[in-house]
T-cell receptor, first 109, second 115 residues
């Protein structure tokens, strides 16, 4: 089983839509979680951290369910500029990041 | 805003040659990492580095790989004898950690092409 698993998509949505990404992780020792976004052939850019209580940053909301080992990212009012690959990431003690395969989002006008 | 920088942006080398990839982490960060991403695949952890020594390394990081912090600002990844399968994007990352900030920030990457 993959350590961090995501639906690869692609998700094709119109501007203004709400879209949700899901992610599961297999290692309960994972300490903390993040969502990164990656544009084609560029570096992963930190979108937001996900802590036990979940958190919101503008149009983005991340949730963590440790019991189900499940993480989600909700994007409201999608913009064209949100088109990217969204990476679900687990951090282990010591700092090692384990990345999911990524979910591709394409926002169309 | 402080950034991680990497040089070169693209390196082409012949199989069997040595390459050194360079990174300048964010200045007040204490933890440094290398990751790689083969085209079309996920980002993979290679090594973490703290207090002038390797903290953890993956199975990928075999004897052909080494890391060094030669001075107060640079962090390097050396591949001694490159193989075709070493062709990938190599990302350097750094994090602060000491203040509880666990986030890692990535540099723009070096695209390594081994021919």
């Amino acid at each position: 089983r993959k350590e961090v698993e995501q639906d690869p998509g692609p998700f094709n949505v119109p501007e203004g839509a709400t879209v949700a990404f899901n992610c599961t992780y297999s290692n309960s020792a994972s300490q903390s979680f993040f969502w990164y976004r990656q544009d084609c052939r560029k570096e992963p850019k930190l979108l937001m951290s996900v802590y036990s209580s979940g958190n919101e940053d503008g149009r983005f909301t991340a949730q963590l369910n440790r019991a189900s080992q499940y993480i989600s990212l909700l994007i409201r009012d999608s913009k064209l500029s949100d088109s990217a690959t969204y990476l679900c990431v687990a951090r282990y003690q010591g700092g090692k990041l384990i990345f999911g395969q990524g979910t591709e989002l394409s926002v169309k006008p | 805003e402080p950034e991680v920088t990497q040089t070169p942006s693209h390196q082409v080398t012949q199989m069997g040659q040595e390459v050194i990839l360079r990174c300048v982490p964010i200045s007040n960060h204490l933890y440094f990492y290398w990751y790689r991403q083969i085209l079309g695949q996920k980002v993979e952890f290679l090594v973490s580095f703290y207090n002038n020594e390797i903290s953890e390394k993956s199975e990928i990081f075999d004897d052909q790989f080494s890391v060094e912090r030669p001075d107060g600002s640079n962090f390097t990844l050396k591949i001694r004898s490159t193989k075709l399968e070493d062709s990938a994007m190599y990302f350097c990352a750094s994090s602060e950690v000491s203040s509880g900030r666990l986030e890692q920030y990535f540099g723009p990457g070096t695209r390594l092409t081994v021919t």
